[in-house]
């Protein structure tokens, strides 16, 4: 999905490979966005820039790239 907001393009997008959830985003220059990942009860504060997190649904570990 995509959404030109007022200060740039806000892109998200997810998938699941076998029991992996994969959930890439990216936040436009000047902004900050507060996200929850699904089955997690902690909010996380992002700065501008595109992320990809990894969540294993076997053990419920959780990477970042």
């Known amino acids: 999905a995509e959404y030109r ?8 997008e997810w998938r699941y490979e076998d029991k992996v959830w994969i959930w ?4 436009p220059t000047g902004s900050e966005a507060v996200i929850t ?3 997690e009860k902690v909010n996380s504060l ?20």
């Open 37 to 39: 990942v699904p089955g």
């Open 24 to 27: 890439q985003f990216s936040i």
């Open 46 to 65: 992002y700065q501008a820039g595109s992320y990809k997190v990894v969540v294993e649904n076997r053990t419920g570990e959780r990477e970042e790239a």
């Open 5 to 12: 907001s007022p200060v740039g393009l806000i892109k998200s």
